[in-house]
């Protein structure tokens, strides 16, 4: 059967376009517009305000890493599902240099621009999901995925 | 051309009109038989003791609804406007008592009482029933489903919300006095829990303008490496609201998990009872403690 | 989009009205710096209330700017960061090192005056 478009605590109605948005990134100007676009998907799809948040903030460090790297890229953030929740799906791809040791990159605090590093790790910390797929040369896509609260057994008061 | 099987002397009349057609007869049949069917339903319903929670009056309008919803969707195939209409109805039966097994239950009903309807309209002709029912099964089986899962996931928003008013009644957060907080906790910390007091503290610094907090964990037994982190982090993000934390009845087995991750607890404000932590913060704050002698002997030469 | 910057007496106050690009957040830097010299102020306040999101960036960019303005011997408070986006930068692991924060513009205010004229409340016990 076909997941239903709507999340039942969804405060807005629902189109199929609404499910899905493409931001291209080219500057760092581009930033604002993807991470507003985020947290709108977001609340669509049923986070909380401060779930939202998070979700902007990690794309915000997702497009910047495209930016500083590659100078070019896509962000398609998209709604999905998964065992009855609803979620979303950001995915973070360019065509850049690659990252060559993807398992350094993912180390806190490591940076080859001068940065403070914290992009990757810490969108695998904020977000449920978390995959790298990188080749020197071709490029690198970053796909992580968060989604809404399942019910939960209470522990202790 | 297909071998048309003969039953019983009458003969197999080949019908050949397209689904679109057979589909418009079809829901042309079952809005004029709308008043029979209906009440056969709810014959059924009554029957089963479905639906006690509701007043005849109640059933004969929801079912009334129900029954011009399965057949618009029918005709339609659009789920859109059942999906609205079925959290609509969960909305407003869940709170009375209705359980999930009443709802798929009627909704069944009703697809077999339609189906009924069906084989009684179309019973001289097998091969055209069964084309009918390919039209309609499908699409009765879909309505099925989507009511019934809307129930569900409308009852599991519910039990959610409930579960986090629970929680959030269970670890208030308690403005003690002015600019100070105190949260205390009680019992195991799940990280969905952690992350619940971490949005309530914070939101309580902000609303009460507390410029010192302190979190009192004597009642927490253990905390795995992923709590205490987020421990942590809490301390971290009330500073960036210009709040102190103080983390009192830390048990030694704790001290040690913060330690095992790497915090440095001589950079986390530890105390050890709620009681010093209550006097430290008051120090943090400005305030002096004095025993109430000498407090009365100062107003009196102060005036 | 200019960041409108107030002089307070011996304080500057940057009130953010809204989203900041990252040239944006590099200009208020900038202006930022220069003032606190032709002002000769004490310190900057930076009202980051209308943020919805403090990233990396932002945090350096702040960061910088404390440091910067610290060789002028003034320093730098941050008030008015949301709840939602305290907690998104404590899980980040952004930090604001170097920076004083406070709730609000009225805290910074109480900060800096206590700072000069220090005073002490009793309450009996």
């Known amino acids: 059967m076909e997941p239903p478009c709507g999340a039942a605590d969804s405060p807005s109605s629902v189109g199929v376009l609404d499910n899905e948005a493409t931001i291209e990134i080219a500057s760092s100007g581009d930033i604002l517009p993807a991470r507003q676009k985020g947290r709108e998907l977001a609340r669509h799809v049923g986070f909380s305000s401060a779930e939202a948040t998070l979700i902007a903030t990690v794309i915000s460090e997702l ?41 350094q990159a993912l180390c806190v605090g490591f940076s080859t621009s001068g940065s403070l590093g914290l992009g990757l790790p810490g969108a695998k910390r904020l977000m449920d999901e978390f995959e790298i797929v990188s080749e020197v040369g071709i490029g690198t896509t970053v796909t992580v995925k968060k989604w809404t609260a399942g019910l939960t057994c209470s522990s202790g008061v | 051309m297909y071998d048309e099987p003969i039953l019983a002397g009458i003969p197999a009349v080949v019908d050949s009109r397209p689904g679109t057609e057979m589909l418009r007869e079809l829901v042309t049949h079952l809005r004029q038989n709308r008043t029979p069917v209906r009440g056969e339903w709810i014959r059924r319903i009554t029957e089963a003791d479905w639906l006690t929670a509701m007043t005849s009056e109640e059933v004969f309008a929801e079912a009334t609804s129900i029954y011009d919803s399965y057949v618009d969707v029918l005709e339609t195939g659009s789920v859109e406007a059942l999906q609205a209409y079925a959290r609509n109805l969960s909305e407003r039966i869940i709170p009375r008592g209705v359980e999930t097994h009443e709802v798929v239950g009627i909704v069944l009903l009703l697809r077999d009482v339609l189906a009924r309807s069906l084989f009684k309209k179309y019973q001289t002709d097998f091969s055209l029933l069964n084309r009918v029912l390919d039209i309609y099964e499908p699409a009765a089986n879909r309505i099925a489903n989507t009511v019934a899962v809307g129930f569900v996931q409308e009852r599991e928003r519910i039990i959610r919300e409930q579960q986090e008013a629970i929680r959030e009644l269970s670890t208030p957060v308690l403005p003690v006095r002015e600019r100070l907080l105190i949260l205390p906790i009680i019992g195991v910390i799940d990280p969905q829990r952690a992350r619940q007091l971490t949005e309530q503290l914070l939101h309580g610094i902000r609303r009460n303008r507390a410029k010192v907090v302190v979190i009192d964990i004597t009642g927490v037994p253990t905390i795995d490496s992923k709590v205490a982190n987020h421990l942590v982090l809490t301390v971290e993000a009330a500073r960036l609201l210009g709040a102190t934390v103080i983390v009192t009845g830390l048990s030694p087995e704790i001290a040690q998990t913060l330690v095992n991750i790497g915090v440095d607890l001589s950079k986390m404000n530890t105390v050890g009872d709620l009681q010093g932590g209550i006097e430290g913060a008051e120090r943090l704050l400005g305030y002096e403690v004095v025993p109430i002698k000498e407090a009365n002997v100062q107003a009196a030469t102060h005036g | 989009m200019q960041v409108p910057i107030l002089r307070h007496g011996d304080y500057l106050i940057a009130s953010i009205q809204s989203a900041l690009t990252d040239s944006d957040l590099l200009a208020l830097r900038q202006s930022l710096v220069q003032q606190v010299g032709s002002a000769r102020a004490r310190a900057v306040i930076v009202d980051v209330t209308a943020l919805d999101v403090l990233d990396s960036f932002a945090s350096r960019t702040v960061q910088d700017l404390a440091q910067m303005i610290r060789l002028r011997g003034a320093e730098t408070i941050v008030v008015g960061v949301q709840p939602e986006v305290a907690f998104s930068m404590a899980q980040l692991g952004v930090r604001l090192e170097g920076v004083e924060t406070r709730l609000d513009l009225e805290e910074a205010l109480a900060y800096l005056a206590g700072k000069r004229a220090p005073g002490k409340r009793t309450r009996e016990g």
């Open chain 1, 63 to 103: 497009v910047r890493n495209i930016v500083l790297y590659a100078k070019r890229g896509q962000i398609i953030v998209r709604r999905a599902e998964s065992a009855g929740r609803p979620g979303i799906v950001v995915v973070a791809r360019d065509d850049g240099p690659g990252i060559p040791d993807v398992r």
